[in-house]
Every structure is written in C-alpha cells, then in structure tokens.
C-alpha cells in the first residue's frame, strides 16, 4: 500500500522552530517533486516549499530566509526546518510527493504558533 505520512506537528511559541518530516512507503518508483503544502482555517491550501530530484528549492515569499526544505531519496523522505515561526504560520501542514504515476497527499500535521 503506498502511503505518505507527515510528523513533526505541535505548538511552539513564536521564535521558535519545528522540523516536519514525511517519509513516503510502498513502491512508488522514483519521485520527481517533494513539497509542503499549508492550509490555514477559512483559508486556501497554499505552497510553502518544493524541492526537484535535482535540488533546486522553491519558496513562498513569506518563509524565505526561515524555512529550508530538504529530501533524502534513499528513505523516500522530505522535512522541512521551519525557524523564527509566527502566529501566521499556524495551519495544518500537507507533504506532496510526485512521481510519473502518482500525486501523493498526506494526511496532515497541525503546525500551531502561539503564546
């Protein structure tokens, strides 16, 4: 059964940091793009980061300099370091993985940031 399941959720206060992980089961082949993906309550589900095969990162504007993505293909893995986090950064967080036959969605990891 292929699966993909995030961790690494919880509260932390603002400043503080999170490192969420996603780790991807089952034979999936080779995947292409990994990504965080956030949606905040009332709010759409937005892009955070991606990472390609080759390395190359994307970042919304708004996590740039705070947020580094990073993957590991031989655990079929992607994490995302999440520094200096703020109240706006509260949602429920969503791994993304992609692969010739697969658009792969986890089940989601609350993120909250509060005092």
């Known amino acids: 059964q292929v699966q993909v399941v995030e961790s690494g959720g919880g509260l932390v206060q603002p400043g503080g940091s999170l490192r969420l992980s996603c780790e991807a089961s089952?034979?999936?082949?080779?995947?292409?793009?990994m990504g965080w993906y956030r949606q905040a309550p009332g709010k759409q589900r937005e892009l955070v980061a991606t990472?390609?095969?080759?390395?190359?990162?994307t970042y919304r504007d708004s996590v740039k300099g705070r947020f580094t993505i990073s993957r590991d293909d031989a655990k079929k893995m992607v994490h995302l370091q999440m520094n200096s986090l703020n109240p706006d950064d509260t949602a429920v967080y969503y791994c993304?993985?992609?692969?010739?036959?697969?658009?792969?969605w986890g089940q989601g990891t609350q993120v909250t940031v509060s005092s």
């Open positions: 993304n993985m992609i692969t010739v036959l697969r658009n792969m």
């Open positions: 089952g034979s999936i082949g080779t995947i292409y793009t």
């Open positions: 990472i390609a095969r080759e390395g190359t990162t």
